[in-house]
């Protein structure tokens, strides 16, 4: 679109918002044109800053009308580039719409705007005994309206669950402007329930303008012990043996040899960096239970031969213990120029031989990779270490990565446990799906936006996307998905 | 553990769907037929699927199982207590037939809901029959996955309007350690309900909770220790209890002589003036009267207060057994619903007409 055609453009939005709700010019276009996912990269036609519903009902009106593609937008700290914005669309952004509207003691909920952060509402309800269990990595930063476009995860998913777990009820604007409501509240509603396939569609159904939460009440206690390994295998089994007491960890993570050395050089949380493999392992309820459960899990882990047991003797060492883990991602940031995070998931027995498969992969492809993950629930994150300067080195990073998901996929997995496909998983998706599934997902964003306006070109590939990145993976003269049509 | 499946039935059932397709006709399907009764008549083809059964893979250490959903509901309850393991949602069986995938269709989840969460908080793939007879695989076997839209757990309460459950993986969770039941005394609903969700902001390890006829009940789960603990400050006095009658409906509350209707709303909502005997479960958010009443009146009634007034047993035909929908909120239904079955073959007006 030429200059003019944006001036005008920005023009019919300024009619009905504020001047500053609408940006136009380039140098402040820029800030949009990535999310997490910074090696994409696209300049929208104008974002849009909405401060109500009824504003972004009217942008979605006249998007509808013009049959402009729409990007939503929260804090854009997507790692697989669910916020890219579309050259001939806008962003909209719901970063104004940031106010918790209500807290409820009695129901245990909070109503909030979209682009309230994560943290904020366990913040604001903390003096009253209450929290929003899902804690991504992100939670300073990510706004729940992303959280919901995503279905974030966390570490306490296994036994908090996932972001669809921890939301009641959901205000949605339509592709068309209208506005819907799916209110489970009630625990079991009449029809179909349409709140797993809203939570993680990634902002292709509809604008989510306000989202009602469940709130907890917060453990009273919550310790942390630390099994240290001389094995990946001995901390894989000793995490199935844990579960197999019928114990559901809080929170229970594990890393590999460079994971911990780059997490104990950042935050010199006193990991042990000789070791193969740590597991961090969190029980929270009553003081009583913890403790009977703790003294358990030592018990198994020494079992399952770790060199050693560590349990957090306080509050203190309970957040050093956590320190480098959450800092994980960061700390092999600083050890490398740029790392690619992976987003796997796999049956717990496979860890192993995933493993031993990521790290034939690493070597072939020349790239180091460190490993941290969620075990309880089977996510892993292989963090590629690689250069963006070195010319073709984000290719090939690109490739393991893809070679690493379909490596999942082959051991009973899936590609992305939290992150979401975005633009980043695309081809994958061709793997992991068949074409009557992929058809099957089309025609469900169609039930909800026949125009194809809201979020194009993500998260679902089209039949030509897919016929593409086939025929550039034919392994040992196989192709995949031999009775497609090829074109 | 793991069987080697049989793939014939799948066939068999591809080619029927495919023949009733290709006909014009309609099909009823039919699992262990416990939950039948739940919805409306159906005038078409029954179709018995539940010879489609066998575990397709169970290990416990993974706090998974895949199943074919014509496998017993009973047996693979026993196959998981076994393994001290067990379905966190506490379905009914409501007959000794029952079948998974019939549970899944039906959605129906049992004292434990409030406090575990539903069959799709538990539910992670799905493996079904479109309606032009092919096979679809949704979600997967693992814990985490957000790649695509999540249509395994659409599929919970879609009650076989959208295709034919082949295979569910379940997420499973342990046994607890210990239960006890505690008995309180609460006159009337009003005081049960702002009792029960005051309880709700402290960490209690409640895992049922039922209010009729003046008694407040409540279960608790988790380790002796947790238990004794909580027990003593709570106080109530302890008693045996089977929450095995309740949700099966074996109470005598349940008159099967007499209507029953079920209102389900957000659990703080305050008692509902409906003239009729209640009991109440699900921390306030499971209302149950029995007896003849006007169903039109009572969803009158509630108006926008997120709730649904559903004729769940023995009201007259021509009522509506399911709340209904927003016209809005319905066309998406529909058009939902043929996205899956173009030719509106499975379960005709199952839940509302032409879904």
Redesign the interface.
């Known amino acids: 679109m030429s200059e003019t055609g944006r001036e005008k453009l920005a023009a019919r939005f300024r009619e009905f918002l504020p001047a500053e709700s609408v940006i136009d010019q380039q140098t402040s276009l820029r800030a949009y044109e990535c999310d997490g996912l910074s090696a994409y990269r696209e300049q929208p036609l104008l974002v849009l800053l909405p401060e109500n519903i009824a504003q972004v009902q009217q942008i979605m009106r006249l998007c509808h009308e013009q049959r402009l593609p729409v990007v939503s937008r929260g804090a854009g700290t997507s790692l697989s580039g669910g916020a890219l914005p579309h050259a001939g669309g806008v962003v909209l952004s719901l970063a104004k719409m940031n106010r918790i509207l209500k807290i409820d003691q009695l129901s245990r909920l909070a109503v909030v705007e979209p682009g309230v952060r994560n943290l904020a509402i366990s913040e604001a309800v903390r003096d009253r005994g209450l929290y929003y269990a899902p804690d991504p990595s992100s939670q300073i930063a990510c706004s729940i309206g992303g959280n919901v476009a995503e279905n974030a995860g966390g570490v306490h998913c296994l036994k908090y669950g996932l972001t669809l777990h921890n939301i009641l009820a959901l205000k949605v604007v339509a592709a068309d402007g209208s506005i819907f409501e799916i209110d489970q509240r009630a625990l079991q509603r009449d029809g179909y329930d349409l709140m797993p396939l809203l939570v993680g569609s990634e902002g292709m159904l509809g604008i989510v303008v306000e989202v009602t939460v469940k709130l907890l009440p917060i453990p009273r206690c919550a310790r942390v012990v630390m099994g240290v390994f001389d094995s990946i295998e001995k901390a894989g089994d000793s995490v199935a043996a844990i579960i197999g007491e019928g114990i559901i960890p809080a929170g229970i993570e594990m890393m590999d040899n460079p994971a911990i050395r780059a997490a104990e050089d950042f935050v010199h949380a006193g990991y042990p960096v000789e070791a193969e493999a740590i597991l961090i392992c969190e029980l929270d309820g009553t003081e009583e239970e913890v403790q009977a459960q703790i003294t358990l899990v030592e018990q198994v882990l020494t079992r399952g031969g770790a060199v050693e047991t560590r349990l957090a003797r306080d509050e203190a060492e309970r957040l050093l213990f956590w320190s480098g883990r959450k800092a994980a991602f960061p700390a092999v940031g600083r050890i490398s120029p740029d790392y690619y995070c992976i987003d796997g998931t796999i049956p717990r027995k496979s860890l192993a031989a995933v493993l031993a498969g990521v790290r034939s992969l690493s070597e072939e492809y020349g790239l180091p990779v460190a490993n941290v993950f969620h075990a309880g629930d089977g996510n892993l994150h292989p963090l590629i270490l690689y250069d963006a300067n070195n010319e073709g080195e984000l290719e090939k990073t690109e490739e393991l990565g893809s070679r690493i998901l379909q490596l999942c996929i082959h051991h009973g997995g899936t590609i992305t446990g939290e992150h979401g496909v975005g633009v980043e998983k695309l081809g994958e998706m061709c793997v992991q799906f068949s074409e009557p599934e992929r058809n099957q997902f089309h025609a469900v964003r169609e039930c909800f936006d026949p125009l194809k306006i809201l979020n194009p070109g993500k998260a679902i590939p089209t039949l030509a996307r897919c016929a593409e990145f086939n025929a550039m993976h034919v392994h040992d003269g196989e192709v995949p998905f031999p009775e497609l049509d090829r074109f | 553990m793991a069987e080697i499946v049989d793939l014939s039935i799948e066939d068999e059932l591809k080619a029927q769907v495919r023949a009733v397709a290709a006909g014009g006709g309609q099909i009823e399907i039919i699992g262990g037929g416990s939950k039948r009764f739940y919805g409306e008549t159906i005038e078409a083809l029954p179709i018995d699927v539940s010879a489609h059964s066998g575990v397709v893979d169970y ?6 199982i895949t199943l074919r959903a014509g496998c017993g509901l009973a047996d693979v309850q026993s196959l998981l207590a076994g393994q ?1 393991q067990m379905f966190g949602f506490e379905p009914p069986l409501f007959g000794a037939e029952s079948t998974i995938g019939g549970m899944v269709a039906a ?1 129906i ?1 049992g004292p434990r ?2 406090f575990a ?2 069959i ?2 538990f539910v992670l793939g799905v493996k079904m029959l ?1 309606g ?1 007879g ?1 096979v ?3 979600g ?15 599929m ?3 009650q076989g309007t959208l295709g034919v459950i082949l295979e569910v993986s379940i997420r499973v ?3 607890p ?1 210990a239960e006890t039941t505690l008995d309180f005394e609460h006159k009337s609903a009003g005081e049960h309900i ?1 009792w029960i ?2 309880l ?4 209690w ?1 409640i895992s049922a909770s039922q209010w009729a006829a003046g008694q407040s009940r409540l279960r608790l789960s ?2 002796e ?2 238990l004794r ?2 027990s003593s400050q709570l106080g109530g006095e302890q008693i045996d209890y089977a929450w095995d009658d309740l949700r099966e409906q074996r109470l005598e509350f349940f008159d099967p002589d007499q209507p029953l209707t079920r209102i ?5 909502h305050a008692d509902l003036p409906i003239d009729l005997p209640q009991l109440i479960e ?1 921390g306030g ?2 209302r149950w009267f029995s007896g003849a009443g006007n169903i039109a009146d009572m969803r009158a009634g509630l108006e926008g207060a ?3 007034v ?1 004729a769940y047993r023995g009201h007259d035909a021509g009522v509506g057994v ?2 209904p ?1 927003p016209e ?2 319905l066309r ?2 529909r ?2 619903k043929s ?2 079955d173009p030719a509106g073959i499975f379960n005709p007006g199952k ?2 007409p032409g879904l």
């Open positions: 290990d416990p250490a993974e706090l998974v001290r959605g989840a809901r409030a969460g539903g799709r908080d479109d032009r092919q679809l695989n949704f997967g076997r693992v814990i985490k996955n957000v790649a695509g839209f999540d249509l395994a757990r659409v919970v309460g879609s969770v342990p046994i350690e702002r969700n005051g709700g902001s402290h960490p390890p988790g380790s220790q947790g603990e909580a389900t709303l957000p659990p703080a699900w958010a499971l997120g709730a649904s559903c399911f709340h929908l809005p909120m998406l239904h058009s939902l996205s899956f839940i509302y």
